[in-house]
Protein backbone atom coordinates (compact mmCIF):
# COMPACT_ATOMS: atom_id res chain seq x y z
CA UNK A 1 0.00 0.00 0.00
CA UNK A 2 1.50 3.26 -0.93
CA UNK A 3 0.74 6.18 1.79
CA UNK A 4 -0.12 9.74 0.11
CA UNK A 5 0.12 12.94 2.09
CA UNK A 6 -3.44 14.03 3.00
CA UNK A 7 -4.73 15.79 0.59
CA UNK A 8 -5.55 19.45 1.04
CA UNK A 9 -7.89 21.68 -0.25
CA UNK A 10 -6.21 24.00 -3.43
CA UNK A 11 -7.69 26.77 -1.20
CA UNK A 12 -5.83 24.67 2.00
CA UNK A 13 -2.77 24.45 0.00
CA UNK A 14 -2.34 28.04 -0.49
CA UNK A 15 -3.48 29.87 2.51
CA UNK A 16 -0.37 29.81 4.85
CA UNK A 17 -2.36 28.82 7.69
CA UNK A 18 -2.49 25.51 7.00
CA UNK A 19 0.83 23.39 7.13
CA UNK A 20 1.41 21.85 3.64
CA UNK A 21 4.31 19.25 2.98
CA UNK A 22 4.63 20.42 -0.26
CA UNK A 23 5.56 23.88 0.30
CA UNK A 24 6.36 23.82 4.13
CA UNK A 25 9.30 25.99 4.11
CA UNK A 26 7.66 28.45 2.10
CA UNK A 27 4.43 28.63 5.13
CA UNK A 28 7.27 29.06 8.07
CA UNK A 29 9.02 31.59 5.91
CA UNK A 30 5.93 33.90 5.33
CA UNK A 31 5.47 34.42 9.14
CA UNK A 32 8.82 36.02 9.44
CA UNK A 33 8.06 40.02 9.70
CA UNK A 34 7.99 41.81 6.56
CA UNK A 35 10.42 44.69 7.96
CA UNK A 36 12.78 41.83 9.07
CA UNK A 37 12.54 39.58 6.22
CA UNK A 38 14.53 42.08 4.06
CA UNK A 39 17.07 42.01 6.62
CA UNK A 40 20.64 39.63 6.36
CA UNK A 41 19.76 38.38 9.48
CA UNK A 42 15.73 37.51 7.70
CA UNK A 43 17.15 36.44 4.39
CA UNK A 44 19.53 33.51 6.23
CA UNK A 45 16.63 32.31 8.61
CA UNK A 46 14.69 31.72 5.78
CA UNK A 47 17.55 30.37 3.32
CA UNK A 48 18.27 28.07 6.34
CA UNK A 49 14.69 27.57 6.70
CA UNK A 50 14.45 26.35 2.81
CA UNK A 51 17.69 24.22 3.23
CA UNK A 52 16.69 22.24 6.20
CA UNK A 53 13.36 21.87 4.88
CA UNK A 54 14.77 20.45 1.59
CA UNK A 55 16.92 18.08 3.49
CA UNK A 56 14.66 16.95 5.56
CA UNK A 57 11.90 15.98 2.26
CA UNK A 58 14.83 14.37 0.52
CA UNK A 59 15.73 12.41 3.75
CA UNK A 60 11.95 11.40 4.90
CA UNK A 61 13.87 10.42 8.48
CA UNK A 62 11.49 7.95 10.83
CA UNK A 63 10.60 9.52 14.12
CA UNK A 64 13.21 7.82 15.65
CA UNK A 65 15.74 9.02 13.68
CA UNK A 66 14.74 12.37 13.98
CA UNK A 67 14.76 12.33 17.53
CA UNK A 68 18.36 10.17 17.03
CA UNK A 69 19.65 13.31 15.46
CA UNK A 70 18.25 15.80 18.43
CA UNK A 71 20.10 13.81 20.47
CA UNK A 72 23.25 13.87 18.77
CA UNK A 73 23.13 17.56 18.75
CA UNK A 74 22.43 17.60 22.77
CA UNK A 75 24.88 15.69 23.59
CA UNK A 76 26.93 17.84 21.24
CA UNK A 77 25.99 20.93 23.15
CA UNK A 78 26.70 18.80 26.82
CA UNK A 79 30.54 18.44 25.60
CA UNK A 80 30.73 21.76 25.43
CA UNK A 81 32.98 23.63 28.02
CA UNK A 82 35.02 26.41 28.56
CA UNK A 83 38.07 24.61 26.96
CA UNK A 84 36.21 22.50 24.27
CA UNK A 85 33.59 23.52 21.43
CA UNK A 86 32.14 20.58 20.03
CA UNK A 87 30.16 22.23 18.01
CA UNK A 88 33.20 23.92 15.93
CA UNK A 89 34.75 20.51 16.32
CA UNK A 90 31.60 19.26 13.81
CA UNK A 91 31.79 22.09 11.65
CA UNK A 92 35.51 21.31 11.27
CA UNK A 93 34.67 17.63 10.49
CA UNK A 94 32.12 18.50 7.72
CA UNK A 95 33.92 20.81 5.94
CA UNK A 96 31.81 23.72 6.87
CA UNK A 97 34.69 25.53 8.60
CA UNK A 98 37.22 25.32 5.49
CA UNK A 99 34.23 26.74 3.54
CA UNK A 100 33.56 29.32 5.39
CA UNK A 101 37.46 30.04 5.88
CA UNK A 102 37.24 29.90 1.83
CA UNK A 103 34.48 32.13 1.64
CA UNK A 104 36.31 35.01 4.10
CA UNK A 105 39.68 34.49 3.04
CA UNK A 106 39.65 35.45 -0.88
CA UNK A 107 43.37 37.16 -1.75
CA UNK A 108 44.93 38.33 -4.73
CA UNK A 109 46.99 35.43 -6.60
CA UNK A 110 50.28 35.02 -4.97
CA UNK A 111 49.27 36.02 -1.35
CA UNK A 112 49.68 32.87 1.01
CA UNK A 113 46.93 30.69 1.48
CA UNK A 114 44.64 30.44 4.72
CA UNK A 115 43.49 27.36 6.48
CA UNK A 116 41.94 26.37 9.32
CA UNK A 117 42.35 28.07 12.67
CA UNK A 118 41.83 25.49 15.11
CA UNK A 119 41.06 25.36 18.98
CA UNK A 120 44.37 25.67 20.21
CA UNK A 121 45.19 28.74 18.99
CA UNK A 122 46.37 31.20 22.24
CA UNK A 123 46.27 34.60 21.82
CA UNK A 124 49.20 35.17 24.56
CA UNK A 125 52.08 32.97 23.63
CA UNK A 126 55.49 34.29 24.37
CA UNK A 127 57.48 36.75 22.37
CA UNK A 128 60.75 35.05 21.26
CA UNK A 129 64.14 35.96 19.10
CA UNK A 130 64.66 34.76 15.93
CA UNK A 131 66.75 31.29 16.42
CA UNK A 132 65.14 30.29 19.87
CA UNK A 133 63.39 27.36 19.86
CA UNK A 134 60.17 26.81 20.69
CA UNK A 135 60.76 23.22 22.14
CA UNK A 136 60.51 23.42 26.18
CA UNK A 137 60.32 19.38 26.20
CA UNK A 138 63.28 18.20 24.27
CA UNK A 139 61.06 15.61 22.97
CA UNK A 140 60.83 15.09 18.56
CA UNK A 141 63.17 15.52 15.81
CA UNK A 142 64.82 18.72 15.27
CA UNK A 143 63.80 21.06 12.80
CA UNK A 144 64.45 24.59 11.76
CA UNK A 145 61.79 26.96 10.36
CA UNK A 146 63.13 30.09 8.12
CA UNK A 147 61.22 32.19 5.67
CA UNK A 148 60.54 36.08 4.61
CA UNK A 149 57.52 37.65 4.80
CA UNK A 150 56.67 39.86 1.37
CA UNK A 151 53.80 42.00 0.24
CA UNK A 152 52.67 40.39 -2.82
CA UNK A 153 55.50 42.53 -4.90
CA UNK A 154 57.75 40.65 -3.21
CA UNK A 155 59.14 43.52 -1.20
CA UNK A 156 60.27 42.27 2.62
CA UNK A 157 57.80 43.63 5.36
CA UNK A 158 59.98 44.12 8.24
CA UNK A 159 58.81 43.73 11.81
CA UNK A 160 55.99 41.30 10.84
CA UNK A 161 54.53 38.83 13.59
CA UNK A 162 54.90 35.25 12.75
CA UNK A 163 52.96 33.48 15.55
CA UNK A 164 53.50 29.37 15.46
CA UNK A 165 52.20 26.76 17.28
CA UNK A 166 52.29 22.95 16.95
CA UNK A 167 52.17 19.95 19.04
CA UNK A 168 54.53 18.11 20.85
CA UNK A 169 56.21 14.78 20.01
CA UNK A 170 53.65 12.84 21.33
CA UNK A 171 50.83 14.21 19.30
CA UNK A 172 49.29 16.65 22.40
CA UNK A 173 49.21 20.85 22.66
CA UNK A 174 50.38 22.22 25.74
CA UNK A 175 46.83 23.28 26.46
CA UNK A 176 45.88 19.42 26.31
CA UNK A 177 48.27 18.52 28.89
CA UNK A 178 48.45 21.15 31.66
CA UNK A 179 51.08 19.87 34.23
CA UNK A 180 52.50 17.19 32.02
CA UNK A 181 53.58 19.90 29.22
CA UNK A 182 55.67 23.19 30.26
CA UNK A 183 53.11 25.46 29.87
CA UNK A 184 53.72 27.18 26.43
CA UNK A 185 55.47 24.54 24.83
CA UNK A 186 55.79 24.61 20.99
CA UNK A 187 54.38 28.18 20.90
CA UNK A 188 56.13 31.15 19.94
CA UNK A 189 55.96 34.70 19.06
CA UNK A 190 58.38 35.91 16.22
CA UNK A 191 59.12 39.17 14.64
CA UNK A 192 60.94 40.12 11.09
CA UNK A 193 64.06 41.62 10.81
CA UNK A 194 65.08 44.60 8.61
CA UNK A 195 64.74 42.10 5.80
CA UNK A 196 61.37 40.55 6.36
CA UNK A 197 63.14 37.40 7.73
CA UNK A 198 62.78 34.97 10.68
CA UNK A 199 63.87 32.07 11.83
CA UNK A 200 62.78 29.52 15.20
CA UNK A 201 63.95 25.90 15.77
CA UNK A 202 61.54 23.13 16.89
CA UNK A 203 60.78 19.44 16.17
CA UNK A 204 58.85 18.09 13.03
CA UNK A 205 55.91 18.11 13.23
CA UNK A 206 53.47 14.86 13.58
CA UNK A 207 50.14 13.40 13.02
CA UNK A 208 47.87 13.72 16.08
CA UNK A 209 44.61 13.15 16.61
CA UNK A 210 41.45 16.06 16.57
CA UNK A 211 39.36 15.21 20.40
CA UNK A 212 37.08 11.96 19.30
CA UNK A 213 36.28 10.98 22.88
CA UNK A 214 32.70 13.57 22.16
CA UNK A 215 29.92 12.80 20.08
CA UNK A 216 32.44 13.77 16.64
CA UNK A 217 34.56 11.37 17.79
CA UNK A 218 32.00 8.73 17.51
CA UNK A 219 30.29 9.85 14.47
CA UNK A 220 33.39 9.48 12.52
CA UNK A 221 33.67 6.57 13.84
CA UNK A 222 30.81 5.08 12.50
CA UNK A 223 31.20 6.72 9.08
CA UNK A 224 34.34 4.96 8.67
CA UNK A 225 36.80 8.03 9.30
CA UNK A 226 40.02 8.33 11.10
CA UNK A 227 40.79 12.02 13.25
CA UNK A 228 44.42 12.48 12.60
CA UNK A 229 45.00 15.74 11.43
CA UNK A 230 48.00 15.51 8.66
CA UNK A 231 51.78 17.02 10.61
CA UNK A 232 51.55 20.38 10.27
CA UNK A 233 52.87 23.69 11.74
CA UNK A 234 50.25 26.85 12.72
CA UNK A 235 51.39 30.31 11.73
CA UNK A 236 49.13 33.36 11.47
CA UNK A 237 51.06 35.84 9.99
CA UNK A 238 50.43 39.81 10.45
CA UNK A 239 51.90 43.13 10.09
CA UNK A 240 50.36 47.06 9.84
CA UNK A 241 48.32 47.82 7.02
CA UNK A 242 47.70 44.05 5.76
CA UNK A 243 45.21 41.14 6.38
CA UNK A 244 46.85 38.43 8.70
CA UNK A 245 47.14 35.25 7.11
CA UNK A 246 45.63 32.27 9.28
CA UNK A 247 48.21 28.89 7.95
CA UNK A 248 50.03 25.83 8.04
CA UNK A 249 53.29 24.45 7.18
CA UNK A 250 52.40 21.01 6.10
CA UNK A 251 54.71 17.74 6.50
CA UNK A 252 54.91 16.47 3.17
CA UNK A 253 55.61 12.46 4.14
CA UNK A 254 53.12 12.71 6.93
CA UNK A 255 50.95 9.36 6.20
CA UNK A 256 47.72 11.14 6.59
CA UNK A 257 48.72 14.26 4.55
CA UNK A 258 46.22 13.47 1.88
CA UNK A 259 43.41 12.95 4.33
CA UNK A 260 43.08 15.63 6.72
CA UNK A 261 40.49 15.19 9.23
CA UNK A 262 39.62 18.47 8.97
CA UNK A 263 40.10 18.93 5.08
CA UNK A 264 42.83 21.45 5.98
CA UNK A 265 45.40 20.83 3.12
CA UNK A 266 46.39 23.13 0.10
CA UNK A 267 48.75 21.75 -1.99
CA UNK A 268 50.66 25.83 -1.76
CA UNK A 269 51.25 25.08 1.84
CA UNK A 270 52.87 21.34 1.64
CA UNK A 271 56.40 22.39 3.13
CA UNK A 272 59.44 21.15 1.69
CA UNK A 273 61.06 19.16 4.33
CA UNK A 274 65.01 18.28 3.92
CA UNK A 275 66.62 16.19 6.11
CA UNK A 276 70.26 16.72 6.66
CA UNK A 277 72.87 14.31 8.21
CA UNK A 278 75.70 16.44 9.74
CA UNK A 279 76.60 16.18 14.20
CA UNK A 280 78.67 19.20 13.25
CA UNK A 281 76.02 21.32 11.52
CA UNK A 282 73.93 20.20 14.00
CA UNK A 283 75.40 21.41 16.79
CA UNK A 284 75.51 24.84 15.48
CA UNK A 285 72.31 25.10 14.96
CA UNK A 286 72.13 24.75 19.06
CA UNK A 287 71.32 20.91 18.42
CA UNK A 288 73.78 19.40 20.43
CA UNK A 289 74.01 15.70 20.01
CA UNK A 290 71.58 14.84 17.30
CA UNK A 291 73.51 13.12 13.98
CA UNK A 292 70.78 15.05 11.83
CA UNK A 293 68.46 17.90 11.57
CA UNK A 294 65.53 18.83 9.37
CA UNK A 295 65.01 21.91 7.91
CA UNK A 296 62.06 24.31 5.73
CA UNK A 297 61.85 27.29 4.49
CA UNK A 298 58.20 28.82 4.86
CA UNK A 299 57.99 32.20 3.27
CA UNK A 300 54.60 34.24 3.71
CA UNK A 301 53.04 36.73 0.81
CA UNK A 302 50.77 39.25 2.50
CA UNK A 303 47.98 41.12 0.79
CA UNK A 304 46.88 45.00 1.42
CA UNK A 305 44.23 44.87 4.40
CA UNK A 306 41.30 44.73 3.45
CA UNK A 307 39.73 45.40 7.02
CA UNK A 308 38.57 41.73 7.39
CA UNK A 309 39.11 40.47 10.76
CA UNK A 310 41.92 37.61 10.52
CA UNK A 311 39.74 35.16 12.77
CA UNK A 312 37.16 34.19 15.36
CA UNK A 313 38.54 33.27 19.10
CA UNK A 314 37.34 29.56 18.74
CA UNK A 315 35.67 28.84 22.35
C1 LIG B 1 44.25 21.91 14.95
O1 LIG B 1 44.90 21.92 13.93
O2 LIG B 1 44.81 22.27 15.97
C2 LIG B 1 42.82 21.46 14.92
C3 LIG B 1 42.00 21.87 13.89
C4 LIG B 1 40.66 21.45 13.90
C5 LIG B 1 40.19 20.64 14.91
C6 LIG B 1 41.04 20.22 15.92
C7 LIG B 1 42.37 20.63 15.94
FE1 LIG C 1 46.90 21.67 14.72
Redesign the pocket.
Known sequence: MVLQPPSQSAAETHDPAFFSELNSAEIVNARIDRAVADTRFGQVIAAMTRHLHAFISEVEPTNEEWLAAIQFLTEVGHTCTEWRQEF??LS??LGV?MLVDAINSRRPSGATENT??????VANAPHRANGDTICLDDKGEPLVVRGQVTDTNGTPIANAVVDV?Q?NDDGF?DVQQPGIQPAMNMRGVFRTDAAGRYWFRSVRPRY?Q??SDGPVGQLLEKLGRHPN?AA?I?AVVSADEYDAVVT?IFEPNCQYLRED??F?LKSSLIGDFKRTEDEQAAAALGFTGSPFFWEVTADFVLAPSTGRKAFVHQV
Open positions: ILDISILGPFYWTYYIPRHHHAVG
